[in-house]
């Protein structure tokens, strides 16, 4: 069964400094997957987290 998704979106976070990007990281860390429980009961298929360079 193949499932198309109807929307995709993305949000772009700048950081002033590389310890509040590196505290976001860690929050992510801390709460996502409690996080993504709750978005895949309102059928979010996949959340990504990249990181690049500055």
Do not use: C, H, P
Not at 19 to 42: P, S, V
Request: hydrophobic share 50%.
């Amino acid at each position: 069964m193949e499932i198309k998704a109807s929307l995709m979106t993305y949000n772009t976070f700048t950081f002033k400094t590389e310890a509040q990007m590196l505290l976001f990281i860690r929050m992510w860390e801390d709460n996502g997957t409690a996080l993504f429980d709750k978005l895949k009961k309102n059928d979010v298929l996949s959340f990504v987290l990249i990181k690049y360079g500055m």
